[in-house]
C-alpha cells in the first residue's frame, strides 16, 4: 500500500498569514504516460463531511477560494492557504489515488494563532 | 447531487449491520461510488469502491474488510449498500458514501455519514 505522510500533525497560523502543509508519498504519484499526478486534497470541518479541494494535485476544484493552492510532483506535495481566513480553520487530508488501496495522509490540522 | 446514508446503529462483535446511501440529483447509474470511514477522532479510511454497470459493476474492498463487507447497488433504485459481516470494534466510525470525480479516483460529492458503533 502506499503511505501517505502529512506535516506538520498541526498548525496555528495568523489571520492572514500563509499556511502551508506537506504530504509525501511512499511511492510516486505520477503517471508518466499523461504527466498527472494522482494526488487529491479535502478540508473537513468539525461535524462535517470532506470537501474536494484539489485533484491531479493542484486542479482546483470549483468553488473552491483562489487563496488555497496545490503544487508538487512524484512523491512530494504542498498545499497552501495564502491567506487564512477564520472560515479555513479545519483539517485538510491529502489522498492518492494512483494505486489501490487508494489511501489518505493522517491530516492536518489548521488554527488560528 | 445529495448523497443520504442510513442504517447506522449499535451492533454487538460478530454482528452485521447494511448501510444504504440514496442519491439524488446525478445519474446514479453511471457513477463511480465508494464508501469511506472515519473512526471516532482519527482520519479518513477508504474501504471499497463499486464502479458502474457500464463499465463492468466490479468492487474493489481494501484488506482490513475484504471478505467481510460487500458493496452493491440498486440503480433502479438510485442506492448504493454496504453489507457489513462479522463486525469488529475496530471497524466503529462514521461511514460516508461519495462519488468519485469523472476520470478521476478523488470524490467529489460526500453524504453527511452515518455512524456505526460495535460494542458489547
Known amino acids: 500500500d502506499i503511505v501517505m505522510t502529512q506535516s506538520p500533525d498541526s498548525l496555528a497560523v495568523s489571520l492572514g498569514e500563509r499556511a502551508t502543509i506537506n504530504c509525501r508519498s511512499s511511492?510516486?504519484?505520477?503517471?508518466?504516460?499523461?504527466?498527472?499526478?494522482?494526488l487529491a486534497w479535502y478540508q473537513q470541518k468539525s461535524g462535517q463531511p470532506p470537501k474536494l479541494l484539489f485533484y491531479?494535485?493542484?486542479t482546483r476544484e470549483s468553488g473552491v477560494p483562489d487563496r488555497f493552492s496545490g503544487s508538487g510532483s512524484g512523491t512530494d506535495f504542498t498545499l497552501t492557504i495564502s491567506s487564512l481566513q477564520a472560515e479555513d480553520v479545519a483539517t485538510y487530508y491529502c489522498?492518492?489515488?494512483?494505486?489501490?488501496?487508494?489511501?489518505f495522509g493522517q491530516g492536518t490540522r489548521v488554527e488560528i494563532k | 447531487v445529495q448523497l443520504v446514508e442510513s442504517g447506522g446503529g449499535l451492533v454487538k462483535p460478530g454482528g452485521s449491520l447494511r448501510l444504504s446511501c440514496a442519491a439524488s440529483?446525478?445519474?446514479?447509474?453511471?457513477?463511480?461510488m465508494s464508501w469511506v470511514r472515519q473512526g471516532p477522532g482519527k482520519g479518513l479510511e477508504w474501504i471499497g469502491r463499486?464502479?458502474?454497470?457500464?463499465?463492468?459493476?466490479?468492487?474493489d474492498y481494501a484488506t482490513p474488510v475484504k471478505g467481510r463487507f460487500t458493496i452493491s447497488r440498486d440503480d433502479s433504485k438510485n442506492t448504493l449498500y454496504l453489507q457489513m459481516n462479522s463486525l469488529k470494534t475496530e471497524d466503529t466510525g462514521v461511514y460516508y458514501c461519495?462519488?468519485?470525480?469523472?476520470?478521476?479516483?478523488?470524490?467529489?460529492?460526500w453524504g453527511q455519514g452515518t455512524l456505526v458503533t460495535v460494542s458489547s
Open positions: 463499486i464502479k458502474s454497470r457500464t463499465d463492468g459493476g466490479t468492487t
Open positions: 461519495a462519488t468519485h470525480k469523472v476520470e478521476t479516483n478523488s470524490f467529489d460529492y
Open positions: 489522498q492518492q489515488y494512483y494505486s489501490l488501496p487508494w489511501t
Open positions: 440529483g446525478m445519474t446514479f447509474r453511471n457513477a463511480w
Open positions: 491531479w494535485a493542484s
Open positions: 511511492e510516486t504519484l505520477l503517471y508518466i504516460s499523461n504527466n498527472k499526478n494522482y
